[in-house]
Every structure is written in structure tokens, then in C-alpha cells.
């Protein structure tokens, strides 16, 4: 069994479909979220890790002297927890180069839109459905990404469309990304395991 923990700063409902595709579906047997991290203690993912009997922990930055003593944390709850694969699901934060490192190659991002496009710094949750209506692009997606050192840059693992229509607002464009989104991920995740085991 894949031990996964989940980054999130949000609602959480990326990690949501990722449990469930362990109880209910694709990951069943494969991986199993055994730690939730989240950088916001008003995150609704802290109350849904409560909620699955999953251990959580909540680290703000501000509680932390500076940024390497609060990654030290991470990677120290990571490592602690025996975590094999690193998802971020919503995570609002740049991961720190030592955990990079560590977890070379097993952090996985989803990102709102389809990378290259619309990616990189600043382009994350809402601004990039507004910047993806903007420009009057026909169609948008999810991908799912290896974490490196620049936003949003990492190789692709998958990504899926969906479709745009003239009407479209970007809450329009958000609620269709987010629930495409729930099934690519677990797909991704299991991509990945599938492929490291050869
Ligand atoms: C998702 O739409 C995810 O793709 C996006 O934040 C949302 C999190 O939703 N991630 C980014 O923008 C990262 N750059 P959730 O908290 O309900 O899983």
C-alpha cells in the first residue's frame, strides 16, 4: 500500500475524491491518504480529515520563525508519517527545495488549467478561470504534474479538457475543471504508482 499525504490550504474536496478512490474506486488496495497537511487552520480539508478519521496537521506559516523552520516541519510530519507520494490538492504554497529533494519525483500537483497555458505564479484557483475566459479560449482542463522547482513547469502525468461555451463565467469554467478534476487525480496517482513499480 502507497502511503500518500495530502497539501491543501482549501475546501479540500480534491483530497475528498482522492480518499474516496481509495474506499470506493481506483486506488482501492493501491494508496491510502494517511496524513493531511494544510497551511490554513481555517481549511475546511482539516474538518474532512477529521471527518475520515485521517491525521491532520495544521502549520501556518506566521506560528514559524521563518520559512525553513516552518519547511523543516513538513518535512519532518512527511517523514514521521512513512509518506510515500506527496499530493497537493489546492496547496497555495511554493514546496521548499529541501523537500524537493527528498520527495524528488513523488510530489504531484493539480493544476486548474491545461499547463503550459495559463500556469506560473499568480495563476492559481479563480485568476485562472477569469485569465482562461479572458482570452476566449474554446476549451480548458485539469493537469496533473510531477512538483519541481518553478510553478506549474513540472512534467505532465495527465490532463483532460473540458469544454468552454460562449457563456461561460469563470465559475462556469471553475465547477467544470473541479469536477474533472476529481477523476483525473486519482488516475494520475495511480499512473504513477503503476509506472514505479515497473
Ligand atoms: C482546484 O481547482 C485546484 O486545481 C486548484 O485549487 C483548487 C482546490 O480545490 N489548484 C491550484 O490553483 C494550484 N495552483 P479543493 O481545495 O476543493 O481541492
Do not use: W
Amino acid at each position: 500500500m502507497i502511503r500518500l499525504a495530502i497539501l491543501a490550504s482549501g475546501n479540500g474536496s480534491n483530497m475528498q475524491a482522492i480518499v474516496d478512490a481509495y474506499k470506493f474506486g481506483i486506488l482501492k488496495s493501491l494508496a491510502e491518504v494517511i496524513l493531511v497537511i494544510s497551511n490554513n487552520a481555517n481549511a475546511f480539508v482539516l474538518e474532512r480529515a477529521k471527518r475520515e478519521n485521517i491525521k491532520s496537521v495544521c502549520m501556518e506559516r506566521k506560528s514559524f520563525k521563518d520559512d525553513e523552520s516552518f519547511n523543516k516541519n513538513i518535512l519532518a510530519e512527511l517523514q514521521v508519517a512513512n509518506i510515500d507520494l506527496v499530493c497537493l490538492a489546492g496547496y497555495m504554497r511554493m514546496v521548499d527545495k529541501e523537500i524537493l529533494k527528498v520527495y524528488n519525483g513523488r510530489i504531484l500537483n493539480i493544476h486548474p488549467a491545461l499547463l503550459p497555458k495559463f500556469g506560473g505564479e499568480g495563476m492559481y484557483g479563480h485568476f485562472v478561470h477569469e485569465a482562461v475566459v479572458k482570452s476566449g479560449e474554446k476549451k480548458s482542463g485539469v493537469t496533473v504534474h510531477f512538483v519541481n522547482e518553478e510553478y506549474d513547469a513540472g512534467k505532465i502525468i495527465l490532463q483532460k479538457e473540458v469544454k468552454i461555451f460562449k457563456d461561460d463565467t469563470p465559475e462556469d469554467v471553475a465547477r467544470k475543471v473541479l469536477e474533472i478534476g476529481h477523476k483525473v487525480y486519482p488516475q494520475a496517482i495511480k499512473r504513477v504508482i503503476e509506472e514505479k513499480r515497473g
